[in-house]
C-alpha cells in the first residue's frame, strides 16, 4: 500500500457542494482526491485510476452505492471501501458490508471522523 | 306455594276461579252420586276420597315443580347479581334506587342501605344533573333497553365526591309494581387510559417518522456547511479575528445540529434490530467500558453491584447499552462524584430484572421531574433533549419501562425493569449469547454505537 501522504481517494456521492468540499479537504491533508457525482462516473474513474480508497454514498440515485462497492471489490480486491449513508436503513448498511464494504458511517459525518477513519483504513 | 300465588294473578280472580271450582266439583259429585247405587254411603265417601286425592296430588306436583323452578331462576338471578364484574342498580319509575349490587356498591364507595330510597342523581356528578334528569324524563317516555349517553361523557360520582368515567347500559323491566330500571355501571378508566396510551403512542411513532425525514434531509446541507467552514477556517487568507470567531460559532452549532439529526434518526429506526438472549451484566460492563468508567481515575467513582445469577433477557444489545451510556453521561453532566450502577431481581415482579443507575450529582428540580423523558426537553446548555427519550422508547421496546427518582441537590436513580428471558420469550427459541454473530472486523464506528 502506498503512503497515506500520496494515497488516491476516489469520493462518490450526489451532493456536489459535498464531493467539491471534502475534495479540497482531503487534497489540503496531503492525499490526491477525485470525486464523482454518479455510479457511470464512478465506474469509469475505478476502471481508469484505481483509487487506494473509495468512500461512498450509498443512497445515491437507483441504489447504486452497493453496486459501486461491489466492483471496487471485483477489480481491486483489497482496496478500503467506506459506505455513508443519511438513509436509517439498516439493509442498505448490509447489503453495502456483504459486499465487501469495510467501514458504514451515518451521515453527517465530521470532517475530523472522516480523516481519522480515512486515515486508519489506509495505515 | 304463597309465594307463587302471590306473583300471580290478582287476589279478586283467585277467589272467583276458587267459588267456580267448588260449583265444578258439586256437579262433578252430583254426576257421580247418581251413578252409583243408593244409600252406598261408604262407597260414596270412597270415591269422593279418591277423587278429592287425585285431583289434590295432581295439583301439588304442579305447584312444586313450578315452585322448585322459581327458587331456582330466583337464586341464579341472585347469583349473577351479586357477582357481577358490572354494578347493578335497580331503580323505581321515579328514579329512587330500590337496588345496588356488591359490585355497585364498591364502585360508588357506598353501603346499599345508603343509597335504597335515594334519588339516583346521588350518583351523577353534580354537572351533569340538568342534563341528566332531562334525559330521565325522556327515557321514561319511551323506555327501551339501550346503552347510555352514547358519544356523551358519562362519569359516576363516588361517595367522597370523586369521580370515574362509566359506560352505562340500561334496562327496562316491567313488574306489577310499575317499571323497574336496571342500570349496568361499568368502570372504564382502565380502558380509556390504553386508549390513550395508545394514541399517544401512535402520535409520538408518526412524529418521530416526520422527524428523522427531516433531519435526513438536513443531513447533506449539514454536511456541506460544516465542510464550506473547515475550508474557510483551514484557508490561508487571513480571516479577521472577529469572522474566525464568527465561524468558529457557526461550526459548534452546525455540530450541534448534526448530533439532534442524529439522534432523531436512530429514534425513528425502521425495524427492531436482532435480538438475542445477552446477560445484562455484559451489557453494564461494555457500556461503563465506552463511556471510560475503567480508566476515568480521580474525582469520580464507579461503584457495581451486579447479580451474577439473573436470567438473560431478549435485547438488541447495542440499544441496550446507548440506553447505559446515555444514562452514565447524564450523571456525570449532573456533576456526580459517584455513579452506582446495580443489577437485580426486579422487587415484586417475578420475571423481570431491574437495572439502576444512581449518582449523587445535582439531582432533578420537582418541575422538571415530570417533562424528563419528553423529547426535546433538556437542562443541558448543549443538550439535544432526546436522549431520555430515546432510552425511554428503547426499553419499552424491549417489553420494560424506565423510572426516576430524585430529590434537587441530592442525586437522582433511573430504574429500568427488564422481562427476563422466561417472561419475553415464550416460544420464542432463545439464542444464548455465544452464538451472536462475530461483529465485523472493522469498528462499525458510529452506525453500530447510535442504532440505525
Known sequence: MPMAAQAKILIVDDERDLVDAYVRLLERSGYRCTGAFDANQAIQMIDA??????????????????????RVRAKLPVTPIIVMSGHNTPGLHEAALAAGAHLSLLKPVSIAELRRVIGEALA | MNRLFNDRGHPIGLALFYVFGCFVWLAICVRVLSLLPPHS?????????LLVYLVVSHYTKRIRILDAAQEEALLRARGY???????????????????????????????????????????VPQRFHYRHEAHRDGFFK?????????????????KDGSEFPAEISLNVVHSRRGELIIAFVADISERLAMEREARRNETVDALAAVAAGVAHELNNPLAVMAARIELMLASDQDLSAETREDMLVLQKNIERASRISHSMLSVARQRPGVRYAIDINVAVEEAML????????GMLRYETNLDRLLPEVMAERTSLEQVLINLILNARDAGARLIRIQTAPAPGRAGYLQLSVSDDGSGIKSDALGKLFRPFFTTK??????????????????GGSIAVESVAGKGATFMITLPTIDESSAGDVALPAGDEPPPPQVPAARSNQSGR
Open chain 1, 49 to 70: 485510476e484505481s483509487p487506494d480508497l473509495v468512500i461512498t454514498d450509498l443512497s445515491l440515485p437507483d441504489n447504486s452505492g452497493v453496486e459501486i462497492v461491489r
Open chain 2, 41 to 49: 254411603w261408604a262407597l260414596n265417601v270412597c270415591v269422593n276420597t
Open chain 2, 81 to 123: 347479581f351479586e357477582s357481577s364484574v358490572e354494578g347493578i342498580i335497580s331503580a323505581d319509575g321515579a328514579g329512587r334506587i330500590r337496588q345496588v349490587n356488591p359490585r355497585g356498591q364498591e364502585l360508588f364507595g357506598y353501603d346499599e342501605s345508603e343509597l335504597v330510597g335515594q334519588p339516583i342523581e346521588v350518583l
Open chain 2, 142 to 158: 319511551a323506555p327501551r333497553s339501550r346503552m347510555m349517553g352514547r358519544g356523551m361523557e358519562i362519569a359516576g360520582r363516588r
Open chain 2, 290 to 297: 465506552m463511556v471510560g468508567a475503567e480508566a476515568r481515575g
Open chain 2, 381 to 398: 446548555p448543549k443538550g439535544t433533549g432526546l436522549g431520555l427519550w430515546l432510552s425511554q422508547r428503547i426499553v419499552q421496546d424491549h
